[in-house]
């Protein structure tokens, strides 16, 4: 069986990944709320999110809420509150010709450059069926996360890393539904030896456990820490060096690193 692509491979872009950003945050600060709003349920969270990125934000939770895998979303990067089209274009793959086509077309159409004009997807099906895969572990991994002191809302980074698939994988290697790579996740399970509790939902949730932990105590902060699951801490640490600042959009806007 070929694994799927996972959301997190999808949004990735260069400059600490805007779009994956952007979306992991917006959905840990609204998706805990939506799901205790269905049970009638009322809860406090941690994760406001940082001034300066609530129009990536909310961009994102359409992505992953209402636009459908069938329509191809027509945006500018730099004020992601603007949205120029969404077109049906059905759910099979379109080609980079067809894309930049639609963006000339738009970007024409709007007086703007084409690089302000991007494409990206809609994934509601997929956010739907994690959180319906999620139904089956969520209450024992909340369970470890508050054993460990941490916020429940991190358990539903999944979504976004693997759509809760304990069968997905990247293209690198990263396996199972936190998405660790092997060398790290040799740092807190066993990995090898045809051994790979990567794929073991509870144990990988450990794990995950431990190393948002330690990043947090590293780096001070839950937006920092949460960005350092897909760059490393100190990846964080070496971008807020470099830019003279923890505050998440300053980093997205200014640190031009890969990692």
């Given at each position: 069986m070929?694994a799927?692509?996972?959301?997190?491979?999808?949004?990735?872009m260069?400059h600490?990944?805007?779009?994956?950003l952007s979306?992991?945050?917006g959905?840990?600060?609204f998706?805990?709320?939506?799901?205790?709003a269905?049970?009638?349920?009322?809860?406090p969270?941690?994760?406001?999110?940082?001034?300066?990125?609530?129009?990536?934000?909310?961009?994102?939770?359409k992505?992953?809420?209402?636009?459908?895998?069938?329509?191809?979303?027509?945006f500018?990067?730099?004020?992601?509150?603007r949205?120029y089209e969404?077109?049906?274009?059905g759910e099979?793959n379109?080609?980079?010709?067809?894309i930049?086509g639609e963006?000339?077309r738009?970007?024409?159409?709007n007086g703007v450059?084409?690089?302000?004009?991007?494409?990206?997807?809609?994934?509601?099906?997929?956010?739907?069926?994690?959180?319906?895969?999620?139904g089956?572990?969520?209450a024992?991994?909340?369970q470890?996360?508050?054993?460990?002191?941490?916020?429940?809302?991190l358990?539903?980074?999944?979504i976004?890393?693997?759509?809760?698939?304990i069968?997905?994988?990247?293209?690198?290697g990263a396996?199972?539904i936190w998405?660790?790579m092997p060398?790290t996740?040799?740092?807190y399970m066993?990995?090898g030896?045809?051994?790979?509790?990567?794929?073991d939902p509870?144990e990988s949730?450990r794990?995950?456990?431990?190393?948002?932990k330690?990043?947090?105590?590293?780096?001070?902060?839950w937006?920092?820490?949460?960005t350092s699951y897909?760059?490393g801490?100190?990846?964080m640490?070496?971008?807020v060096?470099?830019?003279g600042?923890d505050?998440l959009p300053d980093?997205i806007e200014?640190y031009?690193h890969?990692y």
């Open positions: 070929v799927q692509p996972t959301l997190a491979k999808e949004l990735a260069p600490l990944g805007k779009r994956l979306v992991t945050f959905l840990l600060a998706l805990p709320a939506t799901l205790l269905q049970q009638n349920l009322s809860s969270t941690p994760f406001i999110t940082p001034t300066g990125l609530e129009p990536a934000v909310e961009f994102w939770k992505i992953f809420t209402e636009y459908s895998a069938s329509q191809l979303v027509f500018d990067p730099l004020d992601m509150s949205v969404a077109i049906d274009v099979g379109r080609t980079d010709t067809y930049d963006r000339m738009i970007a024409a159409a450059d084409i690089e302000r004009v991007k494409a990206q997807r809609g994934v509601k099906e997929r956010t739907a069926g994690g959180i319906k895969r999620s089956r572990y969520l024992q991994i909340q470890i996360f508050r054993d460990a002191g941490l916020p429940p809302e358990t539903y980074l999944p976004v890393e693997s759509s809760y698939d069968n997905a994988r990247s293209s690198v396996a199972g998405q660790f060398r996740g040799k740092q066993r990995v030896g045809g051994i790979d509790e990567r794929r509870l949730s794990a995950a456990a431990t190393y948002l330690q990043a947090y105590d590293m780096l001070g902060s937006p920092l820490a949460i897909n760059f801490p100190a990846g640490a070496r971008a060096a470099d830019v600042s505050h980093l200014k031009n890969p």
